[in-house]
């Protein structure tokens, strides 16, 4: 079955980077675009941006660019998010989604916790 | 941007609940509607306005076209309680969801 499975909660100063992985399993991996989207406490989802796992291709959110990257390594069929300059309002679950067509998303990740606290 | 109406939804289980999502511009009928429960990630219930996704109950129903959308669960079940978000795709980048109703016991 299709899973999408993340790596683990993570605590960082603001001012620094964080990396999230996203390992895909039970589908063809490079046939389907990952987003990721996130949800900060007590807020609505949020879109980051996508990336093509058979080309590397990125589209970031214009109010992420410069301080997101994602990239893949299709060898272990895994994807990363890293988000840089972190700042208290980065404090959020991060989710990889895969899109089935058309940016309709219809696998999800469980969700990584970012906190960001000095 | 996408406004959701209203932002809480208090229904009995067994009565209808009616979900509305607004878009400041034409998005065609390319918008769609998730379900997110605390702990769970979110699933996805209805897309192009009114298709359900694979497996979902026949009790979800999804209208509208242009700015003006609708999600309706005709009797609710426990199960159904729950933060809803609509997510327009067709002005894109960005992906834009509305803000939720989250739907609660009466």
């Known amino acids: 079955q299709v899973q999408l499975v993340q790596s683990g909660a993570e605590v960082k100063k603001p001012g620094a980077s964080v990396k999230v992985s996203c390992k895909a399993s039970?589908?063809?991996?490079?046939?389907?675009?990952i987003h990721w989207v996130r949800q900060a406490p007590g807020q609505g989802l949020e879109w980051m941006g996508w990336i093509n796992p058979k080309s590397g291709g990125t589209n970031y959110a214009q109010r992420f660019q410069g301080r997101v990257t994602m990239t893949r390594d299709t060898s272990i069929s895994t994807v990363y998010m890293e988000l840089s300059r972190l700042r208290s309002d980065d404090t959020a679950v991060y989710y990889c989604v895969r899109d089935q067509a058309k940016q309709l998303f219809d696998y999800w990740g469980q969700g990584t916790l970012v906190t960001v606290s000095s | 941007v996408m406004t959701q109406s209203p932002a809480t939804l208090s229904v009995s289980p067994g009565e209808r609940a009616t979900l509305s999502c607004r878009a400041s511009?034409?998005?065609?009928?390319?918008l769609a509607w998730y379900q997110h429960k605390p702990g769970q990630a979110p699933r996805l219930l209805i897309y192009?306005?009114?298709t359900r996704a694979t497996s979902i109950p026949a009790r979800f129903s999804g209208s509208g076209s242009g700015t003006e959308f609708t999600l309706t669960i005709s009797s609710l079940q426990s199960e159904d309680f729950a933060v809803y978000y609509c997510q327009q795709y067709d002005n894109w980048p960005p992906l834009t969801f509305g803000g939720g109703t989250k739907v609660e016991i009466k």
């Open positions: 192009d306005a009114s």
């Open positions: 039970g589908y063809m991996f490079t046939y389907y675009y």
């Open positions: 511009q034409s998005v065609s009928s390319n």
